[in-house]
């Protein structure tokens, strides 16, 4: 293996939450008298800590939206998890490989900790990620396109970053990951290869990346 740790995303690179909640995420905001189509909500939320739909609907209408959004919309897409969520498909032989090899893996989410713990438990990814494995954009100042969540990753897990490998599937990942100074791959199954532009490899099947790792 060629890197000391790997950092995963978690949706839509661990489970296949994207098309759940950016259908969600465009019909809440539609509703709230925010035309959003889930073409747009794809090219300028995903991957997003939640702080960022807030500032850019502030920026681009000039109003806030609700106090109670993000409670409301989580209740919204963890009902819908409940009913849809699967892991991304390859991505639990990926795991096991890691596991029986020894390497050092986590997960370094936008997402809050309650939402990447409720869509580890509906899938069965939770055998994989104790406590110490959880990273939340929670947990630091700034969230993706930031550096600042997978350097407190590698921090926590007690590797230099330019002994880590992140997989990302969305564009601010990316850019956060070359902002840290570590390899980043991006898993083009749902964002245009384009999109993913400072990569250092790309693959559109989670079952490449094991062998993009030796």
Known sequence: MRYDLVIFDNDGVLVDSEPISNRLLAAYLTELGHPTSYEDSIRDYMGSAMHRIHDLILERTGKRLPDDFDDVFH??????????LKPVAGVVDVLEKLAADGTPYCVASSGSHERIRV?????GLDRWFDETRIFSSQDVGRGKPAPDLFLYAAERMGVAPERCVVVEDSPLGVQAAVAAGMDVYGFSAMTPADR??????LFSHM???TDLLV
């Not at 869509?119 to 899938?123: A, L, Y």
């Open 75 to 84: 209740t919204r897409v963890f009902a819908a998890f409940q009913q849809e």
């Open 119 to 123: 869509g580890h438990r509906t899938t």
């Open 196 to 201: 993913l532009a400072g990569a250092t490899q």
């Open 207 to 209: 079952g490449e990346l």
